[in-house]
């Protein structure tokens, strides 16, 4: 029983919708009719900018590291049980009961289960984001591509469980930037401001 209530509030704590709260609460806006419509970090960042955009980050990840640390709040000693159980959060944050199950893309989420699963192993994670973000200039990419490669990357810890999440998620992701990769087949995709891929498309465009 006590492990069915964590994954109930690992869900509900996932749930949470950072970008749409703080952006009614602050800002007056929701996120959701600007910029590209999601409520991610992503387009918190476009809309609400890097302050608010910051808090949703930071929000967005801490969902993730509480929601998966709920076993261990409640006694268990397993550690798998982070992985599993932050899946629930995952879960919450893609299909938030607050907002009508829609939701995000649960990169920051899922790095949040990585904190409290392997926190050396998260370092490296974000590492290996803010090095793609740097050279596309495209969050998509440095999402879908650094998941691809965290996933090989967790072979080094000859941990199949944390691989099998680890691949779960990637294909996750994939689904979720279904949209991103048409615009980006289109020449189309948001970019942040800065960045390799910035330069090029603006010095092609000059």
């Known amino acids: 029983m006590k492990l069915l209530i964590c994954f109930l509030l690992a869900y509900l704590i996932g749930s949470i919708p950072s970008g749409v709260w703080i952006g009614q609460l602050f800002y007056h806006q929701d996120i959701r009719q600007h910029g590209s419509h999601n409520i991610g970090t992503t387009n918190a960042y476009r809309v609400l900018g890097p302050v608010g ?13 509480l929601g998966a640390s709920l076993p261990y709040l409640a006694g268990f000693t397993e550690h798998w049980l982070i992985l599993v159980v932050g899946l629930a959060a995952v879960l919450g944050h893609t299909f ?5 199950f829609k939701g995000g893309k649960a990169v920051a989420t ?3 289960i990585l904190l409290a699963y392997n926190p050396p192993f998260f370092v490296i994670a974000c590492a290996i984001f803010f090095s793609l973000v740097c050279l596309t200039s495209m969050v998509s990419i440095a999402s879908t591509v650094g998941m691809g490669i965290i996933t090989a990357w967790s072979l080094v810890y000859h941990d199949w469980l944390l ?6 998620l990637w294909i996750v ?16 995709e948001n970019m942040v401001p800065f960045g390799l891929g910035k330069y090029l498309r603006d010095r092609k465009k000059a």
Request: glycine fraction near 12%.
């Open 53 to 65: 955009g910051t808090v949703v980050l930071v929000m967005d990840i801490l969902k993730g590291t």
């Open 163 to 168: 691989s099998t999440v680890a691949f779960v």
């Open 96 to 100: 938030s009961i607050f907002i009508g």
């Open 173 to 188: 992701f994939l689904i979720r930037h279904r949209d991103n990769f048409k615009r980006i087949k289109a020449g189309t």
């Open 110 to 112: 899922s790095a949040g």
